[in-house]
């Protein structure tokens, strides 16, 4: 039910898909499945889908969802997504001329009430 959730974002169902044939999404899809899906999936199931990347093991996947844990890290922008994006060869997601749409996660996902919390104090202290 939870990957079937978490599919619903196109970018998010490009990337598992990805995932599923093997294919390397780069360091920043990685960060990326991470950031998000740690709120779809349980740990093992996000480290069962990373280490299918020919470039991610099970050490280097559990490293990844360890630093997206301990930092707190919410889901990026659609910006943030673009600008990782020019630093690595896979497409984390599908934009065209800097169109963010298809790398929003926020307008297809909920994510849990913490995570707006996170963001709205964020704003709060930098506004």
């Known amino acids: 039910m939870a990957l079937e959730e978490l599919q619903e974002n196109a970018m998010m169902s490009h990337l598992v898909r990805a995932l599923e044939r093997g294919q390397d999404i780069g360091h920043y ?15 093992d199931e996000v480290i069962a889908l990373l280490t299918k990347d020919a470039d991610c093991d ?10 997206v844990k301990s930092h707190g890290y919410n889901p990026p922008k659609p910006e943030r997504i673009l600008q990782w994006m020019k630093e690595q060869e ?9 169109d ?13 009430p ?3 919390e996170r963001i709205a104090n964020y704003y709060r202290g930098h506004g």
Not at 100 to 112: A, Q
């Open 29 to 43: 899809g990685r960060l990326v499945f991470v950031m998000v899906g740690q709120h779809f999936l349980s740990d």
């Open 58 to 67: 099970e050490r280097k996947a559990r490293a990844i969802v360890a630093q």
């Open 90 to 98: 896979f497409p984390i997601c599908e934009a065209a001329d800097g």
């Open 100 to 112: 963010t749409e298809g790398c929003n996660v926020y307008k297809s996902l909920k994510f849990p």
């Open 114 to 116: 913490e995570v707006y």
